[in-house]
């Protein structure tokens, strides 16, 4: 790993995955307020969350659920958004980490179980399905995590991991700015002081890379959409570090350049892993 544009950030001139330094600190820190984020977040993740369930269901081997519903696992599912949309065609559950996020999920009756992955779950669970929405960048060692998937797999199981991509466009000016010695939006993107920080920025090679290394093939790789207008404002202030006049401007901005930003590559991107060998 070379150093980067921070202190805590690194960049491998092999595969080009950037990491950090940075300490999460679930369930010891709380400088989120929940509300306010899950109103942020909600207009993306419906959109997003309905197409992403529509792309597992082409992928998902139809071998192996003959005769039953899919099992589907959600890792750091939070308030259990996409499990509730997933359960329409899904026997799903959701693990979260975070104690009062879970419990939050659990007051509306949601299949959500807390505690971190793989350790919440019993030897003998598995599922078809394994899903990371905004999660894999967040945990220590891609590859050990992976390698936890594929003990939990059924044959022909799927990993999809929904990630934040270092090709993005948002993502790309935040870095030129940071070079330029404006820092606070690169902190953003990585969500420093947050109680669970960035650890990992992947791109196509490196997720790659991973997968070849836990014994997985990248089997597709898509995009979704990085900008919803509706709740665009809600969105950018909900961390609480950006002004009320700052979030009007930079919401203005990028709505009158959604056009433009269509353009260039979306800043989520989703891989779509199979075991190997089955």
Known sequence: MQAGCREWHFVCSGCGLERSTLEPRINDLDTIDEIDREKALAPIRDRNFG??????GNDVDPRATTARRPRLLDVGCAHGWFIEKALATYDALGLEPDEAIAARAL???????????????????RFDVIVF??????????????KGCAAHLEHGGLVVVNAPDRRGLFYRLSKWLCRLGRSASFDRMWQVGMP???????DS????????????DLIAERTLSSIVTKGLYARIRYA??????????LTAAITLGV???????SDISVWMLRKRGA
């Open 51 to 56: 197409v992403l369930i529509e792309w597992i």
């Open 107 to 125: 007051e509306r009756n949601l299949p959500v179980r807390s505690g971190y992955f793989p350790q919440a779950l019993g030897d003998d669970e």
């Open 133 to 146: 929405n905004d999660v894999l960048e967040h945990i220590p060692g891609v590859v050990g995590v992976l």
């Open 196 to 202: 669970s920080p960035h650890l990992y920025y992947f």
């Open 205 to 216: 090679r490196s997720v790659g890379k991973a997968a070849d290394a836990a014994g997985f």
């Open 240 to 249: 609480g570090n950006v002004s009320r006049a700052r979030a009007a401007v």
């Open 259 to 265: 056009p433009l930003i269509r353009l260039f590559h």
